[in-house]
């Protein structure tokens, strides 16, 4: 009994020895493990890149749940609207703009913001129809993009999500005028009218406004004789585009009205210098159009857009090289010219003549040179 007294003491201490360095050793694994939440991220990132988005929305939603709190958390909720967006379809893109709202609701200063509700745009754009279909995804369309506009106005993607819009717009404003051309052939002419001032109305950019112009004047002329005055107007603003397809027209009716016939606008003859194609915009192959801004076929409207803003900044960055940036640049010139001109002006006075005092600057020379000697005979006097 006494000798087990004796050995407690010491099997105490090395028992407590012994956990500490387990603990220690345990402590050190643990700070060398990487975070579950991380882990869950680039797990939903590896399954994302390989197009395994069932599986990777999995590993994002888990981290969702589970670490609400993480640094990783806003970036899986857009990488799960992203891999909806990705995966395409339309029930995936309708799943994919949920998502995308939700970000914004719950993180509305992230950094991702303008890229999420631009991308809100662009799936809309991905189900438009033609102009002769639903315009209902071009009307949500132009509405987010306009939202995007107001909302972001400084995010680098405004000048891509200017030119989606125009293209947008063009998808709308050729589906008002296809309608009213059909209510023009029927001799409906009121409703033409309605329909051809909608698009000038909200849309003069419309890359078929000298179209619009004749046969809203048209419409008018023809739906009553006495409104023939009030189609003058129109008839011409559609004669101030010499390349437009009715242009003759134009001129023809203003002429048997007594009205005068405009100069075209300056822009309007150098567009007219070319051979023009005088078939009309109803004629005219859409899908080009649309093609053009990357609505229909080819690249997807947020990476064109993302692309547009890449291709800016490296021309920006090209502006900077040439030195053409901005003024800032001509100034620093402009100060570095006049110091180098002062710093001359200050040597030409140092070694120019001193006017009236030649003498005084011979005797200032000889003094000098009879210092330096004696500085030189005193240094050679002191070495060893």
Same mark, same amino acid.
């Given at each position: 009994?006494?000798?087990?007294?004796?050995?407690?003491?010491v099997a105490?201490?090395?028992?407590?020895?012994?956990?500490?360095?387990? /603990? &220690?050793? #345990?402590?050190?694994? *643990?700070?060398? %493990?990487?975070?579950? =939440?991380?882990?869950? +991220?680039?797990?939903?990132? !590896?399954?994302?890149?390989?197009?395994?988005?069932?599986?990777?929305?999995?590993?994002?939603?888990?981290?969702?749940?589970?670490?609400?709190?993480?640094?990783?958390?806003?970036?899986?909720?857009?990488?799960?609207?992203?891999?909806?967006?990705?995966? /395409? &379809?339309? #029930?995936?893109?309708? *799943?994919?703009? %949920?998502?995308?709202? =939700?970000?914004?609701? +719950?993180?509305?200063?992230? !950094?991702?913001?303008?890229?999420?509700?631009?991308?809100?745009?662009?799936?809309?754009?991905?189900?438009?129809?033609?102009?002769?279909?639903?315009?209902?995804?071009?009307?949500?369309?132009?509405?987010?993009?306009?939202?995007?506009?107001?909302?972001?106005?400084?995010?680098?993607?405004?000048?891509?999500?200017?030119?989606?819009?125009?293209?947008?717009?063009?998808?709308?404003?050729?589906g008002i005028?296809?309608?009213?051309?059909?209510?023009?052939?029927?001799?409906?002419?009121?409703?033409?009218?309605?329909?051809?001032r909608e698009?000038?109305?909200?849309?003069?950019?419309?890359?078929?406004?000298?179209?619009?112009?004749?046969?809203?004047?048209?419409?008018?002329?023809?739906?009553?004789?006495?409104?023939?005055?009030?189609?003058?107007?129109?008839?011409?603003?559609?004669?101030?585009?010499?390349?437009?397809?009715?242009?003759?027209?134009?001129?023809?009716?203003?002429?048997?009205?007594?009205?005068?016939?405009?100069?075209?606008?300056?822009?309007?003859?150098?567009?007219?210098?070319?051979?023009?194609?005088?078939?009309?915009?109803?004629?005219?192959?859409?899908?080009?159009?649309?093609?053009?801004?990357?609505?229909?076929?080819?690249?997807?409207?947020?990476?064109?857009?993302?692309?547009?803003?890449?291709?800016?900044?490296?021309?920006?960055?090209?502006?900077?090289?040439?030195?053409?940036?901005?003024?800032?640049?001509?100034?620093?010139?402009?100060?570095?010219?006049?110091?180098?001109?002062?710093?001359?002006?200050?040597?030409?006075?140092?070694?120019?003549?001193?006017?009236?005092?030649?003498?005084?600057?011979?005797?200032?020379?000889?003094?000098?040179?009879?210092?330096?000697?004696?500085?030189?005979?005193?240094?050679?006097?002191?070495?060893?």
């Amino acid at each position: 009994m006494g000798t087990l007294r004796k050995f407690l003491p010491v099997a105490v201490l090395l028992a407590a020895t012994l956990l500490m360095a387990c /603990g &220690g050793k #345990s402590a050190k694994l *643990q700070s060398k %493990a990487i975070p579950p =939440d991380k882990t869950l +991220f680039e797990n939903g990132q !590896e399954f994302y890149e390989k197009s395994q988005y069932i599986k990777a929305r999995l590993a994002f939603q888990t981290l969702i749940n589970t670490y609400p709190d993480s640094e990783y958390t806003p970036k899986a909720y857009l990488a799960v609207a992203d891999s909806y967006y990705k995966e /395409g &379809g339309q #029930s995936n893109l309708v *799943q994919a703009e %949920a998502q995308y709202k =939700d970000f914004i609701v +719950f993180y509305p200063t992230h !950094e991702e913001v303008d890229d999420a509700q631009l991308k809100i745009a662009s799936l809309h754009m991905r189900m438009m129809e033609s102009p002769d279909r639903d315009p209902t995804h071009a009307r949500r369309a132009e509405q987010e993009l306009k939202k995007f506009l107001e909302q972001h106005s400084s995010s680098p993607l405004v000048p891509g999500a200017r030119e989606l819009l125009k293209g947008v717009q063009e998808n709308l404003a050729t589906g008002i005028y296809q309608v009213g051309k059909f209510y023009h052939d029927r001799k409906n002419y009121a409703a033409a009218e309605d329909r051809f001032r909608e698009v000038v109305q909200r849309y003069p950019e419309f890359s078929g406004i000298d179209d619009i112009y004749y046969y809203l004047g048209d419409s008018i002329e023809k739906s009553s004789t006495e409104r023939a005055p009030e189609s003058v107007a129109w008839y011409q603003k559609a004669a101030t585009h010499p390349e437009g397809a009715h242009y003759s027209d134009s001129v023809d009716k203003l002429q048997k009205l007594g009205a005068s016939v405009p100069e075209p606008a300056p822009v309007q003859v150098a567009q007219s210098v070319a051979p023009a194609d005088h078939t009309s915009f109803f004629l005219r192959p859409i899908k080009s159009v649309l093609e053009a801004v990357g609505i229909t076929g080819g690249e997807d409207p947020y990476e064109l857009a993302r692309r547009t803003a890449e291709e800016r900044a490296a021309a920006d960055a090209v502006k900077v090289g040439t030195g053409t940036a901005g003024e800032a640049g001509k100034d620093d010139i402009q100060i570095e010219t006049l110091l180098r001109k002062q710093a001359g002006s200050d040597k030409t006075t140092a070694a120019g003549p001193n006017p009236g005092g030649g003498s005084e600057d011979k005797n200032k020379t000889s003094a000098d040179k009879k210092k330096r000697k004696e500085n030189q005979k005193e240094k050679k006097g002191r070495r060893p």
